[in-house]
């Protein structure tokens, strides 16, 4: 009986086995995937007008630190921290009384040189008129001619002296090289200083600055013709932004660093700014915006219709078909929410710019129109 059990068993799986397969072969393949909704939109050709941005350093024109040039005790100061200070305006003292009495004592000493001096041409005077009576040895007159030599050569020397020591009664003064500001004494009255090494402050121009900023070597052509055709005075093309705020006065290029930095291949670029109401100071950051001058017109579709992938970016371009094939663009400045295209399209092609999420490449759509695109200038603000 068990027997029997298992043959039945097996018949049934038998059966169970034949009617799968059968259900199998009769089942048919899925429907392919419905067209997926997508919105497309022509690619714009406009005069855009735009700015590139570069990081920028604020940095003064002229800057100098203030070394004193003779060693010795500050003994006065006569500014206000942070003062504005004109070319020659007294800035500090350092206690003369040591060089004032080695200049008392350069003095004399000349005097006694000067006697010197005047003993030693008397002696030769003399000497010579012996001579030309033939009432003296040659050798004697030798002698004083030499002597008076030497007398004029001490006289000489004691002269440099007074000078030297007279200048370092003049450094005993620390005078503004220029007019600019002044900032934070490093010293107050009664420090020790030494010559050539204590900083005493630092003064820098303002009334113009110079804002620094680099560029890639490509762009050296763009920046040298900005230079040639730039004119006298400051106009838009270039401006500083802080954050969302634009300083009010443009600034004019003035010059190309002497080479490309070999590391990073870029280049120094330098532009003048004013600042009359002193609301730039040096050592700000900001952010360079060049006015865009193209004379050819771009090609501008919207932000949204751009994937990356792996540092590469791509957009869905509608064919007859009504199909879609993946392209490989190189994209630019982005404006708003539009985006310069540089490479990759041409003018009367359109682009996937809603549902591209759902695509791939050769998939099947269903198209609706988008509106055209925003505004393609940026406000200068």
Known sequence: MYLK???LSAGYATLFLLTACGNSKDQAPPPPPPPAKVTVQP???????YYDEYPATINALNQVELRPQVSGFISGVYFKDGARVRKGQLLYSIDEQLYAANYQQAVAGLSVQEANLNKAQKDANRFHE???????????????????????????????????????????????????????????PGAAVTAGQTVLNTVSSDRELAVDFNVDQKEIYRFTKL????????DSTFSLAFGTDVYPYPGKIALLDRAVNAQTGTIKARLIFPN?????????????????????????????????????FF?????DSNKVSQR???????????????DGLKDGESVVVEGVQNLREGAAINTSSAQPAGPTTTPAK
């Open 5 to 7: 059990y298992l043959q």
């Open 43 to 49: 690619v714009i050709k406009t005069d855009a007008v």
């Open 130 to 188: 012996l001579d030309k009576n033939d009432a003296v040895a040659k050798q004697l007159v030798d002698n004083a001619d030499a002597a008076l030599e030497v007398a004029k050569k001490q006289a000489e020397a004691a002269r440099a002296n007074i000078q030297a020591v007279q200048t370092n009664v003049k450094y005993t003064k620390v005078y503004a090289p220029f007019d600019g500001l002044i900032g934070i004494s490093a010293v107050k």
């Open 227 to 234: 230079m040639s055709d730039a004119p006298k005075k400051a």
């Open 276 to 312: 009359n109401k002193n609301l730039l100071i040096a050592g700000m950051n900001g952010t360079v915006r060049v006015k865009n001058n193209s004379a050819t017109q771009s090609l501008l579709i919207p932000y949204k219709a751009v994937t990356e992938q792996l540092g590469e």
């Open 315 to 319: 957009v869905y371009v509608p064919n």
């Open 328 to 342: 490989k663009i190189v994209p630019g400045k982005q404006i708003g929410a539009n985006v310069i295209v540089k």
